[in-house]
Nanobody, 127 residues
């Protein structure tokens, strides 16, 4: 079974930056699509970013483009989320997720298709 452990969350002022990390177990990490989602209190889980396995193609919603960057280091079985120019509305628990199946890019935003999830890391952005 794949296990994911997020780290790097914390408190930051608006306009600041954080880099989240997600360490993955498993022997087939290189083939997984990896995603980041977030969930604020009282809100639905929201797609943040994804990166494919074999090709490392990234995908973001328009609201994240230019501020957030997903990357991966397959030698370390780790995926990262670099977050810049943070806003108070970015405050949420951020979750790492893994999908073992190849998907069309339009499906990479769909949370239920990701079979493996971490426990989340809290990001709080103060104004």
């Amino acid at each position: 079974q794949v296990q994911l452990v997020e780290s790097g969350g914390g408190l930051v002022q608006a306009g600041g930056s954080l880099r989240l990390s997600c360490a993955a177990s498993g022997r087939a990490f290189n083939s997984y699509t990896m995603g980041w989602f977030r969930q604020a209190p009282g809100k639905e889980r929201e797609f943040v970013a994804s990166i494919s396995g074999s090709t490392s193609i990234t995908y973001y919603p328009n609201s994240m483009k230019g501020r957030f960057t997903i990357s991966r280091d397959n030698a370390k079985n780790t995926v990262y989320l670099q977050m810049n120019t943070l806003k108070p509305e970015d405050t949420a628990v951020y979750y790492c997720a893994a999908d073992s199946q190849p998907r069309m890019i339009g499906l990479r935003t769909t949370a239920f298709l990701y079979k493996y999830w971490g426990q989340g890391t809290q990001v709080t952005v103060s104004s």
